[in-house]
């Protein structure tokens, strides 16, 4: 019954920006947290950023603190990660996610997921 559906990825160069919206269009869904992951070619499916969605606590992973920003909008059922300065690194499918139960930065704690949007950074 809960969809996630993420839009904004797309092609930019290097030092541009991007901004990642993720709809919640389920009607019974009681969110513990929402964020975002990404996995590149090759490489494991990581944590990228999450809120809690009661206390709006944010927490990023090291690669991209200080340059994205996550933030909701309750009226909407939607969150968005704005990136700034954006490197060839950051080249990945990102996924929203969503979580019922306790928070972690673990894939495994995600109960449901988004069907990605590709963020292409050129050098």
């Known amino acids: 019954q809960v969809k996630l559906v993420e839009s904004g990825g797309g092609l930019v160069q290097a030092g541009g920006s991007l901004r990642l919206s993720c709809a919640d269009s389920?009607?019974?869904?009681?969110?513990?947290?929402m964020g975002w992951f990404r996995q590149a070619l090759g490489k494991e499916r990581e944590f990228v950023a999450r809120?809690?969605?009661?206390?709006?606590?944010?927490y990023y992973a090291d690669s991209v603190r200080g340059r994205f920003t996550i933030s909701r909008d309750n009226g909407k059922n939607t969150v968005y990660l704005q990136m700034n300065s954006l490197k060839p690194e950051d080249t990945a499918v990102y996924y929203c996610?969503?979580?019922?139960?306790?928070?972690?930065?673990?894939?495994?704690?995600?109960?449901?997921w988004g069907q990605g949007t590709q963020v292409t950074v050129s050098s």
């Open positions: 996610a969503a979580s019922t139960g306790s928070v972690t930065t673990a894939a495994s704690s995600v109960d449901y």
């Open positions: 809120l809690s969605w009661t206390g709006n606590m944010k």
């Open positions: 389920g009607r019974t869904f009681s969110r513990n947290a």
